[in-house]
T-cell receptor, first 113, second 112 residues
């Protein structure tokens, strides 16, 4: 059982480039979320989805887009990369029932030059 | 904005000792969760305590919750070198399950 899989693990971009961070889960979880982790800041919620076709903004959504066409996949798109988006990005999924823990991928380490 | 704050920011102990980390939060919660993050890896769920619970145990872990003080503690007994990691508390304000507020974490170092 793979759990939550994120690709790529590392990426270097130039300012202004766009890219998509991939996230896939094989647990049939309804909920999926994207967080970013910066040094000394903990994790902050970017976007989340409660099911296929439904997405919403979290705490820090600017500069990012998401879509959820299937239950399994929840890609995060950087539209025009900026140095402030240098971070470690984590995808998480959980069951729809309340009081359920989140399952995290191993992250994508992104550097914007 | 961040809801939880862990204390201390860093903790260094020897194998066999107990490690205690604290978390304070600001608003009412549905549940509070503790996660562990090993260097370069994702977060691993350790334990979830609901707002109507006061204490939970899981193996060598003991979590307490005091909603009147808006605080929680994580106790790891008989620490091992493999417990070296960062520990985060996360609050779920509405029980949504998809939107957690994380603290900045406690970095635990357990030396042999």
């Amino acid at each position: 059982n793979a759990g939550v899989t994120q690709t790529p693990k590392f990426q270097v971009l130039k300012t202004g480039q766009s890219m998509t961070l991939q996230c896939a889960q094989d647990m049939n979880h309804e909920y999926m979320s994207w967080y970013r982790q910066d040094p000394g800041m903990g994790l902050r919620l970017i976007h989340y989805s409660v099911g296929a076709g439904i997405t919403d903004q979290g705490e820090v959504p600017n500069g990012y887009n998401v879509s959820r066409s299937t239950t399994e996949d929840f890609p995060l798109r950087l539209l025009s990369a900026a140095p402030s988006q240098t971070s470690v990005y984590f995808c998480a999924s959980s069951r729809r029932d309340s009081n359920q823990p989140q399952h995290f991928g191993d992250g994508t380490r992104l550097s914007i030059l | 904005s961040q809801q939880g704050e862990e204390d201390p920011q860093a903790l260094s102990i020897q194998e066999g000792e107990n490690a205690t980390m604290n978390c304070s939060y600001k608003t009412s919660i549905n549940n509070l969760q503790w996660y562990r993050q090993n260097s370069g890896r994702g977060l691993v769920h350790l334990i979830l305590i609901r707002s109507n619970e006061r204490e939970k145990h899981s193996g060598r872990l003991r979590v307490t919750l005091d909603t009147s003080k808006k605080s929680s503690s994580l106790l790891i007994t008989a620490s091992r070198a493999a417990d070296t990691a960062s520990y985060f508390c996360a609050t779920d304000l509405s029980g949504s399950g998809y939107a957690l507020n994380f603290g900045k974490g406690t970095s635990l170092l357990v030396t042999p």
